[in-house]
């Protein structure tokens, strides 16, 4: 896995820029802040956050995959502030499932998601070497 950076660029912060790989592609559908038996335990942005990660990781672990072989994720919020007050929280969250792995990120604020209760989406792509 080869993290871009172009020259001169300002390193991103909690992300990367690009990614380059290669291997097995694993895609992961939008989790969101529910178990694996569809059932919310928290309405809090960071506790669903949590969740929505755990569920990335058990997803990728069926595949033989681990969360430092994403190469992409998408955040799908339902409110960036909500999504920039919880950041130490999110933060904490994400490196104790994912770790300092930083792969090619977008966060979109959306107007819905498909679960009512659901206050984040994510989804992710990795790649596992051959």
């Known amino acids: 896995m080869e993290f871009l950076q172009p020259p001169g660029w300002v390193r991103a912060r909690g992300y990367s820029n690009g990614v380059a790989a ?18 919310f335990h928290t309405d809090d942005f960071a ?3 949590r969740q929505a990660l755990q569920n990335v990781v058990d997803v990728l672990a ?13 955040w799908y919020v339902l409110d960036k502030h909500e999504y920039l007050g919880a950041h130490k929280e999110v933060g904490a969250a994400y490196r104790e499932l994912i770790g300092r792995h ?21 989804e992710v792509t990795a790649i596992v070497p051959d």
Do not use: C, K
């Open 102 to 122: 930083f792969p090619a990120m977008t966060a979109v604020q959306v107007a819905g998601l498909m679960e009512d209760r659901a206050r984040v989406e994510i």
């Open 62 to 74: 069926e595949a033989g995959a681990r969360p430092e072989h994403i190469v992409r994720m998408t």
């Open 22 to 39: 290669s291997g097995r592609t694993v895609s992961v559908s939008g989790m969101i802040g529910w178990d694996g038996q569809g059932v």
């Open 47 to 49: 506790g669903q956050v």
